[in-house]
């Protein structure tokens, strides 16, 4: 059965090289699969020249190539805004670009941004040097400091970023302190969400605007797809202050006279803006392989989290009563200094994502010689540079992932040298902590 809006096929007298490339597909047939099916294609047929005029100026919406966006992709992006109750989204091919992607859709050249001290060490690469680089200015501020968030505050400044629940040391936002701080100062407040997820907790649902995910890792749960999205939560007015936001409150360059915040709004603006802008020119493409496989993991986020949550508090519980350990910064925790900050914000279950101090000797040749000889006595729990994936990994954040910190950096964010970040996965609890126990009885 064809579509009648599109061309026939070619029909039985079509030339061998004609049939090989085009018989037995129709574009835009529905096939009524369950599952969201791989949109493995390039670009995508139109109707007519009238149709493709309407979609490449933006009258109306629709696929034109997968550089900016698949209908895979479009799955993924519809249900990732639904979760986090946003507005819309855009999906790209890591959690870096999903950072990279809502920063630049916000800042450019002599703006300025306020960040969290508190933040994974490849965001502050990407802060403090990469757009510093593109003339964008980043003020760092203690992310519990309130004072800090408003005096930091310049004329230029065009957006607020922080972790909701932070890598490595799982300290957790006062997110709606935050959120009213930036809004007095007329930006949004954009929070990546990766360690906690929509399940823990909905960032939107305390004031803030912007969500980020590194979708590679607790999205998608597996560790074998790569992707990022960004979710516009819809309620950050741009239109209050038009001469502080052309990008979207004037007429849009690359398409004549449309105002994108005339023809689509809140919730939408920014999503097109970034689409058909940094998507579309530095191309930082999510595929719709990885697309369907982030969805698929998806479908089991709630039980997982569950999961990763409670065996975390476990392992956190059991750390805290070794010898070796001087300190657990897990806020499931009495004791942490974030533990009823996360009962007010995350009741389903604190992190999966969190760290532990050894006892340290004084000696720095020495601590590093007992770090190293504890993480490679582990055996369960493996050494990758990742997290919110199925199986427990640990890291060096000193020397890992946040190496590129200065020291005063690496003070400020907390971590130290004898510093050990654990992502716990789906594996037996009695097994994760026995390998811990007897890791830190040989090591340490």
């Known amino acids: 059965m064809s579509d009648p809006l599109l061309p026939a ?31 493995q294609s390039n670009a995508y047929e139109f109707a007519s020249l009238a149709q493709a005029r309407d979609v490449f100026a933006l ?25 986090e109750g946003g507005r819309s989204a855009a999906a790209v091919a890591s959690g870096q670009a999903a950072a990279a992607g809502a920063i630049l ?11 969290a001290r508190q933040l994974y060490g490849g965001t502050v690469d990407l802060l403090d040097d990469s757009l510093a680089s593109l003339g964008i200015d980043v003020t760092f501020v203690d992310q519990d400091d309130l004072d800090g968030w408003r005096a930091a505050v310049r004329p230029e ?61 607790y999205l998608g749960g ?25 990008q979207f409150t004037r007429a849009y360059p690359r398409f004549g006279d449309l105002v994108l915040w005339e023809r689509f709004g809140a919730g ?15 191309g930082p493409t999510l595929s719709a392989w990885a697309a369907a496989q982030l969805l698929q993991g998806i479908e089991t986020l709630d039980i997982r989290m569950q999961r990763h949550s409670r065996t975390a508090l ?22 942490n200094s974030w533990h009823e900050r996360a009962r007010h914000y995350l009741p389903r279950g604190a992190s999966a994502v969190f760290a532990f101090d050894l006892v340290a000797t004084g000696d720095a040749a020495a601590d590093d010689r007992r770090v190293e000889r504890v993480i490679d006595g582990l055996r369960v729990v493996r050494l990758v540079a990742n997290i919110g994936d199925a199986r427990s990994f640990v890291s060096h954040p000193a020397s890992m992932t946040h190496g590129h910190l200065s020291p005063a950096q690496l003070a400020e964010a907390g971590i130290g040298p004898t510093t050990i970040r654990l992502s716990i996965g789906l594996e037996d609890p009695g097994d994760i902590v026995a390998d811990l126990r007897a890791a830190l009885d040989a090591g340490a």
Not at 11 to 34: E, I, L, M, R
Not at 63 to 76: F, H, I, K
Not at 105 to 115: P, Q, R
Not at 314 to 335: F, S, W
Request: charged share 15%; glycine share 8%; hydrophobic share 45%.
């Open 9 to 39: 096929r070619p029909d039985a007298g079509a030339a061998f090289a004609t049939v090989q490339v085009q018989s037995g597909y129709t574009p835009g047939v529905a096939q009524n699969t369950a599952i969201p099916p791989v949109y």
């Open 59 to 83: 009258r109306t919406l629709g696929n034109t190539y997968s550089r900016s966006s698949n209908p895979t992709q479009l799955v993924l992006e519809e249900r990732v805004a639904r979760l």
């Open 105 to 115: 859709a916000l800042a450019s050249a002599g703006h300025h941004v306020v960040a």
């Open 157 to 217: 400044t065009r957006a607020f970023f922080a972790e909701s629940i932070t890598n490595p040391l799982a300290t957790v936002l006062d997110v709606r302190a935050v959120a009213d701080i930036a809004h007095e100062a007329g930006v949004p407040l954009v929070i990546d969400n990766t360690v906690a997820t929509p399940y823990l907790l909905r960032p939107g649902d305390h004031g803030a605007d912007i969500i980020v995910h590194s979708a590679t890792k």
């Open 222 to 246: 597996h560790g074998s797809a790569l992707g990022g999205v960004v979710v516009d939560i819809g309620s950050f007015d741009f239109g209050a202050a038009p001469e502080r936001w052309p």
């Open 268 to 282: 939408q603006a920014l999503t097109v803006y970034l689409k058909t802008r940094y998507v579309h020119d530095f």
């Open 314 to 335: 476990e392992v956190a519980q059991a750390l805290d009563e070794h010898p070796a350990v001087a300190r657990v910064h897990h806020p499931g925790l009495e004791a």
